[in-house]
């Protein structure tokens, strides 16, 4: 029987450091573990996800995973389309700010996440992304792009406070995984590892939710 076409996983936001690298990386190795995958560096020059790539090539025998690199949003289509006819999964990590490259993955993406961390800066700044969102709903009617909470403190009043401001202000679905403040995801970004394989149990438990919460979304939505 044919394989069904890649799915592809966006990871979008318009403001830097909010995890988008992070959540990458972790879903791209998480969904090798069973499935062919590629992961696709968007966000150059800085490149965070080809350098976790380079140092995990370097340390650990050869997986399902594969690199690739797009400069701009030509070059991610045409990726895509060679990507797609060999991998399962597709997890585009993107730029900041770069409007026309975030709304060309929004577009191409089955489901879009958007990290964001419970503070009211990153509520703000993540209101100039809705903006993107509308305009790729012009080009693709069943858009889904949802929220996942980074550096969730979810005991602390403001963190709930400000989450409650988000549904509010934002008006996107949000995911029921959501990653605690460890540092478990800087230690095994550096080292070119998942959370998973750097052996955090909190942060593992935290990331296979997400991956598993991902994969029930693709196969509800069916896209
Ligand atoms: N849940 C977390 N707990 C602790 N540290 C985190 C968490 N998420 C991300 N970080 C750290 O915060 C920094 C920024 O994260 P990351 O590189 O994933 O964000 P980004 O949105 O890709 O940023 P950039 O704009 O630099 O590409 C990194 O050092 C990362 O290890
Ligand atoms: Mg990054």
Redesign the pocket.
């Known amino acids: 029987m044919k394989e069904p076409a890649a799915q592809i996983v966006g990871?979008i936001?318009v403001?830097?450091?909010?995890?988008?690298?992070?959540?990458?990386?972790n879903l791209a190795a998480v969904f090798s573990l069973k499935k062919p995958t590629a992961l696709i560096d968007c966000?150059l020059p800085?490149g965070?996800s080809a350098s976790w790539y380079a140092v995990r090539k370097s340390e650990l025998p050869p997986t399902n995973l594969t690199l690739a690199i797009a400069r701009d949003y030509r070059e991610l289509v045409s990726r895509a389309q060679e990507l797609s006819r060999e991998h399962r999964y597709l997890i585009i990590?993107a730029?900041?700010r770069i409007a026309e490259m975030t709304r060309a993955i929004i577009v191409m993406s089955s489901l879009s996440l958007v990290?964001l961390g419970a503070s009211a800066a990153e509520i703000w700044s993540t209101a100039d992304l809705l903006q993107t969102i509308s305009e790729a709903r012009l080009f693709r009617s069943d858009v889904d792009a949802r929220i996942v909470w980074?550096?969730?403190r979810g005991n602390t009043r403001e963190a709930l406070e400000v989450s409650e401001a988000a549904r509010k202000e934002l008006g996107l679905k949000e995911l029921s995984a959501r990653?605690?403040?460890?540092?478990?995801?800087?230690?095994a970004?550096?080292r070119g590892l998942s959370v998973d394989e750097w052996l955090d149990r909190a942060?593992h438990t935290e990331i296979l939710a997400l991956a598993a919460e991902v994969k029930g979304i693709l196969k509800e939505t069916g896209r």
């Open positions: 990871i936001q403001k830097g450091g909010v995890g988008r690298s992070t959540i990458a990386t966000d800085q965070t990590d730029p900041p990290p980074n550096r969730y990653l605690g403040y460890r540092v478990a995801y800087s230690e970004l550096a942060a």
